[in-house]
């Protein structure tokens, strides 16, 4: 394909930026793996040299030492063919030995999962890459020549390797500052993960690039004449930018390539930090600059330390340009990163600069040294390097872009409300997965309805776009209103029959003036407030016949209760009526069942409480009910002590419960012909936890016979 690739070609490419290299390492690097390899071919026919000389011709163009080119030429020897370690430590040394190591796959250890095998060896990978920078370089250079060479595998080895590369190794050279490695590993993966979508941007990209070339050229030569006018120097280029980011800038905006219009980038490399922010001020005033998309990466670096002024102006005939202003030095570290800091006499030692890169990678090796799972590790690698957005496909194929993190929720609601709102379950690849799982790149999501259900405010716990974070609140908003109109209709209901009055008033226009005296507008918000028993039904009443006024001492309590106990909501509905139940005495971390009982609100008990069925009765409503959590709420709880009747067993009993800051709201005790002590406490508790340890403690004091609520 490119270039025709010899040992001599090679050593020449070396010779110009490293006259004093060790050639002689080199050369022998290149026999020892041409003759080890000697009987394997490439997967398109060529002798399999080709492939460790391609990638020292990588190292070389990114200026690598010898020993590093060395090192990349025996890459496989180990893996492929029949060396071992020894050999290599025998004949090239500890360095090279320890590289190649690094280098090389666990191909003999049994795996149980094909992507167990690839996350360990990935993870060994790592674990070099941390000691020795060379390792990782080589490895990337012999990545980019698989991907180069890409197309003489079978197509589900492109899909593997392209979508690994897409989403760890592009993500990792962006991470190490190598800008041009990022890029073109991107343009590769695209080509084979997306070929229909790939092929269909290379076609209109050329189909403009005359046209854009002349425009570039004539942007090119305006910022030239500016710039001498001022007397700045800098030079000027300009390019289109790669199908990845291209395709990038058409997913994030839901655009065509048509309506595209920054697709034209130029870049202006000068003296000093100063003449960057000049040149920003020149360019400023030729051409009106986007707002928000000035970017000063030169104040603020990115976290892989690129530094750079980025600013979209309004170009000649309303073409927009991107302009990248930066320092010599900033490009060569924009382009090299890490590379750059390489010194081709030195160590694989990490200086200073270079182990900014890979802090970390350190870090993440550090912590992770120790999980055994390496299919985990590699997770949480993806998770430090992926960009801030995922592409899934939906069941048809289409593409989206979600951003990191999403769950199969988030991409429902991006699909529609409804399907957000009956999301019940997801399927990834055919899995099910749970409804908070993480999307991740290449996924493709199938979302489960069921046209009964609802979103529910654990959701909100999980979602990550605002699209459906705002979707589900707004139902149970709605919701709540809803139940709250029919909870207060039915309080309304209940208190007319007690005070024989018609139903039909509900509905009349006399209600509607009482409404407004109570300061709401309508029915329908008259309901609400007496279904959040902002309202009292006897409110209502007494207003509809005045003079005949009755008592609000029972709906009173009920409120007073309300404030007491602001701990309990029911199924999203806030600031409902409720009491608890005289007979169980629930409290916090108890399974709770709600009724409606028409007249008093919602009574709550304990699932467990003994009355429940009782207590079922035709008019009362089961509804869902849960402890809200704060602290600062107590619930009053009852206990039963039995103790053997002894004096001083209560002054003990009620000296342990205040020592633990329980307050005692009512105690009683009554003495048994057998010589024991009946005691019922009513205790104010914080929640079941703190109601179990006092439990606990009551339990082993002395003369206690039995506890219980
Ligand atoms: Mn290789």
């Known amino acids: 394909m490119r270039e025709k690739l010899s040992l001599a070609g090679l050593i020449e490419k070396v010779s110009s930026y490293s006259h004093d290299a060790d050639f002689d390492t080199l050369k022998r690097a290149y026999h020892f793996s041409r003759e080890a390899h000697c009987s394997q071919k490439r997967k398109e026919g060529s002798p399999y040299i080709n492939h460790p000389l391609a990638v020292a011709y990588i190292l070389a163009d990114m200026k690598m030492d010898a020993l590093s080119i060395a090192s990349g030429l025996l890459h496989d020897t180990v893996e492929d063919a029949e060396v071992t370690m020894d050999d290599i430590k025998a004949i090239f040394g500890r ?94 993966s695209f080509k084979y993960l997306m070929p229909q979508l790939y092929e269909d941007l290379v076609k209109k990209v050329a189909s403009r690039r005359e046209e854009q070339e002349g425009y570039i050229k004539e942007v090119i030569e305006l910022v030239g004449q500016k710039l001498r006018e001022e007397g700045l120097t800098g030079k000027v280029s300009g390019r289109i930018k790669h199908f990845y980011g291209i395709y990038q800038k058409l997913q994030k905006q839901r655009i065509t390539f048509e309506e595209v219009h920054d697709v034209i980038g130029i870049r202006i490399i000068t003296g000093s930090n100063a003449d960057c922010y000049a040149i920003l001020g020149i360019i400023h005033s030729l051409w009106t600059p986007i707002p928000g998309r000035f970017k000063d990466y030169i104040g603020v670096p990115k976290s892989n330390m690129y530094q750079s002024l980025h600013t979209t102006v309004i170009g000649p005939r309303g073409v927009r340009v991107e302009f990248q202003i930066r320092t010599e030095e900033m490009h060569k570290l924009a382009e090299q990163g890490i590379a750059s800091h390489w010194k081709y006499k030195e160590k694989g030692a990490i200086d200073e600069k270079s182990s900014k890169y890979i802090s970390w990678l350190r870090d993440l090796v550090q912590g992770q040294r120790d999980v055994p799972d390496a299919v985990d590790f590699l997770e949480a690698v993806k998770g430090e390097v992926v960009p801030e957005v995922v592409y899934v496909f939906t069941p048809k194929g289409e593409v989206k872009e979600m951003p990191l993190g999403s769950t199969p929720v988030d991409f429902a609601y991006s699909i529609h409300t409804q399907i957000g709102h009956r999301c019940v ?56 209103r809803e139940r709250s109109v029919e909870l207060g209709i039915k309080l309304l209901e209940n208190d007319f029959r007690k005070h024989g009055m018609s139903n039909a008033l509900l509905k009349s226009g006399e209600i509607l003036s009482v409404a407004k005296t109570l300061g709401v507008g309508t029915l329908e918000e008259l309901f609400v407030a007496v279904g959040f028993g902002k309202i009292t039904p006897h409110q209502v009443i007494n207003r509809l016949r005045p003079g005949k006024e009755i008592s609000e001492e029972e709906t009173v309590r009920i409120h007073k209760s309300v404030k007491e106990h602001k701990g309990v909501s029911i199924k999203g509905i806030d600031d409902i009526l409720y009491h608890t139940g005289k007979c169980c005495f629930p409290v916090p971390g108890d399974d709770l069942v709600g009724f409606v009982t028409i007249g008093k609100g919602v009574t709550i008990h304990r699932k467990d409480c003994p009355n429940l069925e009782k207590l079922a009765i035709e008019d009362a409503r ?45 105690l009683e005790a009554s003495s048994t012909q057998d010589k024991k002590s009946h005691i019922t406490l009513i205790l104010e508790v914080r929640d079941r936890n703190q109601l179990r340890a006092l439990m606990h403690k009551i339990s082993q004091m002395e003369g206690i016979l039995r506890i219980r609520r």
């Open 622 to 666: 089961l509804v869902d009910v849960e402890w809200q959590a704060s602290s600062e709420v107590t619930a009053g709880t009852r206990l039963y002590v039995e103790t053997v009747d002894k004096p001083g067993i209560l002054a003990n009993l009620s000296a342990l419960i205040s020592a633990l800051n329980i307050n005692i709201s009512h």
């Open 95 to 188: 360095e090279i030995a320890f590289i190649v190591k690094g280098l090389t796959k666990l191909a003999r250890v049994e795996f149980m999962t094909k992507q167990e095998a690839q996350a360990e060896n990935f993870r060994k990978m790592l674990l070099a890459m941390a000691e020795d920078i060379r390792v990782m370089l080589i490895k990337f250079a012999d990545r980019l020549h698989n991907m180069r060479t890409l197309q003489f595998l079978p197509e589900n080895k492109q899909q593997r390797i392209a979508a690994e590369t897409l989403e760890i190794y592009a993500p990792i050279a962006n991470r190490l500052g190598i800008g041009w490695l990022k890029t073109e590993l991107e343009d590769l």
């Open 425 to 480: 379950g997801a399927r990834i690849s055919g899995k099910i997965v749970p409804l908070k799982y993480k999307l991740r790149n290449g996924d493709t999501v199938e979302i489960v309805t069921s046209p009964a259900h609802g979103p529910s405010r654990d959701w909100l716990k999980f979602v990550v776009t605002p699209r459906a974070k705002a979707r589900i609140k707004q139902w149970i908003k709605a919701e709540e």
